[in-house]
């Protein structure tokens, strides 16, 4: 078994309130150096391993994890631990 | 003519659409549950508005996985068509049907308001019926309405004449204005204001019949007068 951790990010240049929000409250709190915050998301698999690992993450995320009209994702995969 | 109102779990405009066609227009109309549906023996399919599937992941994108997108995309492609309102909208871009995405409203906050819009295109077979340029008013519903494309889509979206609703009042941030666009082809139609909720005085505006009444003129034309 593998764990697979997928990151979702909004595309540089896509203009992200949410981040642009947090990046205000920080400044707010006194965290001048704070220039920019970026909201993504993360999501968690674990799946049966094979040889297509990678590949087939890869499908998932083109197909509907991400949406490559306004998202970047970035995914690693490492051992799952067994509970 | 008869209508195939989409019901996802988690649609809550799939009654008003109904209403819009059944009880207003006085046409044909089913509520059709996603699962084990066929939708062969039907006219027009609408994808009402709500939150499907509670919006997870991002609107409309667990719809969009769905077997009836399958079908809506065949019926699509027959040329027959579909109209996808506010959440509707969002699986017809999340299923690749209408290029674009929507995102979170500019101000991160759901709006649930009158809007005017302008008729940019009245040459589709869902706006002749209104004048060009014609300033409409619908409710506008939604949370993620933000249309966004990169700059060569837009591009497209003009040359092909593809926009064919704009807010006259930008309220949530969307390229150009952009609240309705429709396929290359002419026959599906996405847009996130409510023509649907547009169709009575009491509703405070009935601009959104002239929307139902053109798709229902033009389809007799084509498949009953010169069939």
């Known amino acids: 078994m593998k764990k697979v951790t997928v990151y979702v990010t909004l595309k540089a240049g896509v203009l992200d309130p949410q981040g642009k929000a947090i990046q205000e409250s920080l400044n707010s709190l006194g965290y001048q150096e704070v220039k920019e915050a970026r909201v993504g ?3 968690e698999l674990t799946v049966d391993d ?3 690992l990678e590949a087939r993450v890869k499908d998932m995320c083109d197909k509907l994890l991400a949406n490559p009209v306004m998202e970047d994702y970035r995914f690693r995969v490492e051992e799952a631990v067994q509970a | 003519m008869k209508f195939a109102v989409i019901v996802f779990p988690g649609s809550n405009c799939d009654r008003d659409m109904y209403h819009a066609v059944k009880e207003v227009m006085g046409e044909e109309a089913e509520l059709v ?6 939708l062969e023996n039907y006219d027009a399919i609408l994808l009402p508005g709500g939150f499907s599937y509670g919006d997870y992941l991002r609107g409309g994108a667990v719809a969009a996985t769905s077997d009836v997108m399958k079908q809506v995309r065949e019926h699509a492609q027959k040329g027959k068509p579909v109209l996808g309102v506010c959440n509707g909208f969002q699986v017809l871009t999340e299923s690749g049907l209408l290029p674009g995405a929507l995102m979170r409203n500019k101000n991160l906050s759901f709006m649930c308001h009158q809007e005017y819009l302008v008729v940019e295109n009245n040459e589709t077979l869902f706006t002749t019926d209104y004048e060009k340029e014609e300033l409409v008013r619908f409710p506008i519903a939604h949370g993620e309405g933000n249309y966004f494309c990169d700059e060569e889509t837009l591009k497209k979206l003009k ?6 609703f704009t ?3 930008n309220p949530n941030g969307s390229v150009a ?3 309705g666009i429709i396929n290359k082809e002419g026959n599906v139609l996405g847009m996130m204001p409510h023509p649907e909720r547009a169709v009575e005085a009491i509703m405070g505006s009935y601009d959104g019949v002239k929307l139902f009444k053109a798709m229902i003129k033009n389809w007799r034309q084509t498949y009953v007068t010169n069939a």
């Open chain 2, 159 to 164: 040359e092909n004449n593809q926009i064919v």
């Open chain 2, 167 to 169: 807010y006259e009042n």
């Open chain 1, 50 to 52: 094979g040889p297509d």
């Open chain 2, 33 to 38: 549950w996603y699962e084990n549906s066929n």
């Open chain 1, 41 to 43: 998301k993360v999501i």
């Open chain 2, 177 to 179: 204005d952009i609240a």
